[in-house]
């Protein structure tokens, strides 16, 4: 089993399911690696009106633009996210923002994006404690969800396919080669035998049984 389909997938339903997406709702996902391609691909599932992608690797938004998990990108090291998602919302912030890459600067990011009485849902994996500025934030009604996905996510993930949402693909490269290959979330354990080593996968290396 590749290592994408044993713990990315899982984690980004996971991350998805934490944030309770309801159906016309601005989600904001802040880390487009793994992890949030994959949580980007189940919000759909819950029919977002938008989704924002927010990454400072300029082949990670390529890849969630090209995929169709996302209707918008943000870089920060360019853009203003904050500035740039009120703006889209009206002045109010997302309804849900998603933190999927575990440092502090993505979760100020996704915690200064949500809108008063929305909710931050975050599976990264913080390597340093995390602060938390509560003295600003107090009157703002937010909810916050984290946690790692629990086993019984991996099989959820089969409602992608039975609802449609395979037909995101993810770009898949060979270095020095000018071959494409193409990964969905249903072929993905056939997929990860079949790609060369040395395979550059937006969503993260891709490992074989």
């Known amino acids: 089993?590749?290592?994408f389909a044993a713990m990315?997938?899982?984690?980004?339903?996971f991350a998805a399911e934490m944030a309770e997406i309801q159906r016309g709702e601005t989600v904001v996902v802040v880390g487009a690696g793994p992890v949030g391609l994959c949580a980007m691909t189940a919000a759909r599932l819950w029919r977002p009106a938008r989704i924002v992608a927010v990454d400072t690797s300029p082949f990670r938004l390529e890849a969630a633009l090209k995929?169709?998990?996302?209707d918008l990108v943000l870089d920060p090291a360019k853009d203003n996210v904050v500035e740039a998602i009120r703006g889209l919302?009206?002045?109010?912030?997302a309804d849900r923002t998603i933190e999927c890459a575990g440092r502090q600067m993505t979760f100020d990011i996704a915690f200064s994006a949500v809108r008063g009485g929305g909710k931050i849902s975050t599976v990264g994996i913080y390597e340093?404690?995390?602060s938390l500025p509560?003295?600003?934030a107090w009157g703002t009604?937010?909810?916050?969800?984290?946690g790692f996905a629990p086993i019984d996510r991996l099989p959820r993930t089969d409602s992608i396919d039975r609802r449609g949402e395979d037909r995101y693909r993810f770009p898949v490269y060979a270095p020095g080669s000018s071959k494409r290959y193409s990964?969905?979330?249903s072929n993905i354990r056939q997929q990860a035998g079949k790609l060369p080593e040395n395979a550059d996968f937006p969503l993260g290396k891709i490992d074989s049984a």
Not at 67 to 70: H, L, W
Request: net charge positive; aromatic share 10%.
């Open 67 to 70: 995929a169709g998990v996302a």
């Open 1 to 3: 089993m590749s290592c």
């Open 141 to 146: 009604n937010l909810s916050l969800s984290w």
């Open 183 to 185: 990964a969905g979330i």
């Open 128 to 130: 340093k404690p995390l």
């Open 89 to 93: 919302t009206g002045g109010f912030g």
């Open 134 to 136: 509560l003295n600003t």
């Open 8 to 13: 990315s997938c899982p984690l980004g339903y």
